[in-house]
């Protein structure tokens, strides 16, 4: 393996932490001589990571595509389905480039940390309904699809007192990005 792509909203920029305390970061650390590009952009939706598929993943030929986007969609009231089509876009042009996806669908957000931090007129509980919904139906999708797929929430959720994973109900911690880190760094090890 010589190259990974890491494509995502801030989530995978590594939004509130040092850089060097990033998920993609660690995963770089990690894996030494393989090149781990962060292709994370703050507030990217994920028709904006279509839109830069292409340019950021495909020329620079990975071998794998690490995918984590959904958040911003639903924080903007996208469906689940729209992501869904979206992250589909992507599974496709990566396979068609002998580029292996691995896709992850988000955590939830701690509703009132982010009612301090964030928009105060978001519906938060509606946010993590689709989140829920979308983690589901992005399961079943890579699951007929022979995709490897974490539904993150899934593996937040089985943390006790997970309010530590984030810096502002939104965003991940140290913390949070460790757990991330060795999530991905186990899927990849697979």
Request: hydrophobic share 40%.
């Amino acid at each position: 393996m010589n190259s990974i792509v890491c494509i995502g909203d801030s989530l995978t920029y590594g939004y509130g932490v040092s850089t060097r305390s990033s998920w993609v970061e660690l995963l770089r650390k990690r894996l030494g001589n393989v090149n781990v590009i962060n292709a994370g952009v703050n507030g990217d939706t994920t028709i904006g990571m279509v839109n830069r598929f292409t340019e950021d993943v495909v020329y620079n030929s990975p071998d794998i595509v690490i995918i984590l986007g959904g958040t911003n969609d639903f924080l903007t009231n996208k469906s689940a389905e729209n992501a869904l089509k979206n992250i589909n876009i992507m599974v496709k042009e990566a396979i068609e480039n002998n580029i292996v996806p691995i896709v992850l669908s988000p955590p939830k957000a701690i509703g009132d940390l982010a009612l301090n931090c964030w928009d105060s007129y978001c519906d938060y509980s509606n946010v993590n309904s689709l989140v829920e919904q979308f983690g589901d139906i992005l399961s079943k999708f890579c699951s007929s699809e022979d995709i490897s797929f974490v539904n993150l929430n899934d593996v937040f959720d089985k943390i006790e007192n997970n309010r530590c994973l984030y810096t502002d109900g939104i965003h991940l911690s140290e913390e949070g990005n460790k757990l991330l880190f060795e999530v991905v760094a186990n899927v990849i090890r697979e």
